[in-house]
């Protein structure tokens, strides 16, 4: 009985098919991360091409204050997924027979979250802003599709079985059809909460399209079981990473809500602009590492030499990428904000350039995903992220009155360069995770300790 071979191995050079074709591991992870970044090349390119269309026409109040709703119900988004991402597909990796009660655990879980953290939105806007109405619906809209995002429990099987094909497929129907409806409000000058509106359809469109490839893989989502005892397994390793989750929200998106707050509306439109150029990058290290955290977490059953080379090896990979998309990008932000979004926007410019080095701590944070749960350290994480969420508030109050959406990039970076790397050698157990991030820091150039 032969194998079947993937099409793409073909079209390789010669010598790089041969170390591939007998790798059925390897193939499946090039596979698996192909589909993905075909995923995100379409959303960089047509999604960047129509959310440039829609903040030149909403202008920097109106587009600050639609990013200033999406960031205000992202920060109590942990309340919803509730840290099981990667405990799940962990789970799903080591025990695939548990698959549909670890799914319908999840999925129930989540569901709850979700209804909490709506709740809790809910609550915090109107004491905040209970005389904005249009506010208060754009906060509502953007908190609404936590519970769309239950049923994404579908990913975690994919990803546990390196085949996300099937959700790059379901992602980008979804994607293309609201696309399409978004390129109409444009052009019939529809006002903004009609936007909003569409937002929320995605999410509910990615759903309804998951269930459908999940089914085409011949499961049926009515066979999920919910399990008390499963569900207190999942909460007893997930509930720092809850509360981390929490802390990294904060970390990624109380700037926004800090500039509205100070400065107003405009200046969260410029900073938003800055955050959607240099945050569209941070997908590459999701990608590969949800392509790679299956065979990591293999490799720690059986080897744990050959786990921390495979951890190395994704830290070095990870870094290098980073420096290759933050160095021309510090050059070239003004040119890319006058290019693509006016003049209007020009002084994102300055902001992006700060904001761009916060991706290569970003994307170690990600690359340690893998070593969070395999060696369980979610309350090192936690007081990681709390510590880092700290750092970035009050140097977000010192640095935004004195130099606005520059002085909250500066806030970000520095506050992702403690938490995610520095932080780590004050904790014995991800000493080591310090030194391998250590030595891609620095790309292998200086001897550091392992």
């Given at each position: 009985m032969t194998n079947h071979k993937p099409r793409w191995l073909r079209y390789l050079p010669v010598s790089l098919r041969n170390r591939v074709e007998h790798r059925s591991n390897l193939q499946a992870i090039l596979s698996n991360?192909?589909?993905?970044?075909?995923?995100?090349?379409?959303?960089?390119?047509?999604?960047?091409?129509?959310?440039?269309?829609?903040?030149?026409?909403l202008g920097p109040e109106q587009f600050g204050l639609w990013n200033f709703a999406i960031a205000f119900a992202g920060m109590f988004g942990a309340f919803a997924t509730l840290g099981?991402?990667?405990?799940?597909?962990?789970e799903l990796v080591k025990n695939p027979e548990r698959q549909h009660e670890l799914l319908g655990t999840?999925?129930?879980?989540?569901?709850?979250?979700?209804?909490?953290?709506?709740?809790?939105?809910?609550?915090?806007?109107?004491?905040?802003?209970?005389?904005?109405?249009?506010?208060?619906?754009?906060?509502?809209?953007?908190?609404?599709?936590?519970?769309?995002?239950?049923?994404?429990?579908?990913?975690?099987?994919?990803?546990?079985?390196?085949?996300s094909k099937y959700t790059v497929f379901a992602a980008n129907?979804?994607?293309?059809?609201?696309?399409?409806?978004?390129?109409?409000?444009?052009?019939?000058?529809?006002?903004?909460?009609?936007?909003?509106?569409?937002?929320?359809?995605?999410?509910?469109?990615?759903?309804?399209?998951?269930?459908?490839?999940?089914?085409?893989?011949?499961y049926n989502f009515r066979d999920w079981r919910y399990d008390n005892s499963v569900a207190r397994e999942l909460l007893k390793e997930s509930w720092?990473?809850?509360?981390?989750?929490?802390?990294?929200?904060?970390?990624?998106?109380?700037?926004?809500?800090?500039?509205?707050?100070?400065?107003?509306?405009?200046?969260?439109g410029l900073y938003s602009v800055a955050l959607r150029l240099s945050e569209v990058w941070y997908v590459i290290p999701s990608i590969i590492v949800a392509s790679v955290t299956p065979a990591i977490?293999?490799?720690?059953?059986?080897?744990?030499?050959?786990?921390?080379?495979?951890?190395?090896?994704l830290f070095n990979n990870l870094v290098k990428i980073a420096y290759l998309v933050a160095i021309p990008m510090t050059f070239l932000a003004d040119f890319l904000?006058?290019?693509?979004?006016?003049?209007?926007?020009?002084?994102?410019?300055?902001?992006?350039?700060?904001?761009?080095?916060a991706a290569v701590f970003v994307f170690l944070g990600v690359?340690?995903?893998?070593?969070?749960?395999?060696?369980?350290?979610?309350?090192?994480?936690?007081?990681?992220?709390?510590?880092?969420?700290?750092?970035?508030?009050?140097?977000?109050?010192?640095?935004?009155?004195?130099?606005?959406?520059?002085?909250?990039?500066?806030?970000?970076a520095l506050s992702q360069c403690l938490c995610v790397w520095v932080s780590n050698y004050f904790f014995k157990v991800n000493r080591p995770l310090f030194w391998m991030q250590t030595n891609a820091i620095f790309l292998g150039l200086v001897n550091v300790k392992k």
């Open positions: 991360t192909g589909w993905l970044f075909a995923d995100k090349a379409l959303r960089m390119g047509v999604g960047l091409f129509v959310g440039v269309w829609v903040a030149r026409y099981l991402d990667g405990i799940v597909i962990r999840a999925f129930t879980l989540r569901l709850v979250g979700a209804a909490i953290a709506i709740m809790l939105v809910l609550i915090a806007i109107a004491l905040m802003h209970a005389d904005e109405p249009l506010t208060l619906w754009l906060v509502a809209l953007s908190a609404a599709g936590f519970i769309f995002q239950s049923v994404n429990v579908i990913d975690f099987y994919f990803q546990a079985k390196v085949q129907i979804a994607f293309t059809l609201i696309t399409i409806v978004k390129v109409v409000l444009l052009v019939s000058a529809a006002p903004l909460i009609l936007f909003a509106w569409a937002g929320l359809g995605e999410a509910a469109l990615t759903s309804l399209f998951l269930l459908f490839a999940y089914k085409m893989n011949h720092p990473l809850i509360f981390a989750g929490v802390a990294v929200s904060l970390c990624m998106r109380i700037d926004q809500v800090m500039l509205g707050a100070m400065l107003g509306r405009g200046e969260v977490s293999n490799a720690h059953t059986y080897s744990y030499d050959l786990y921390k080379l495979r951890l190395q090896q904000v006058h290019l693509l979004y006016g003049e209007s926007y020009g002084n994102a410019g300055a902001i992006l350039a700060v904001h761009i080095w690359a340690s995903t893998p070593w969070t749960m395999n060696e369980k350290t979610m309350k090192v994480a936690l007081y990681q992220t709390m510590l880092g969420a700290s750092i970035n508030i009050l140097l977000n109050l010192y640095l935004i009155p004195r130099y606005g959406g520059v002085g909250a990039a500066v806030a970000t």
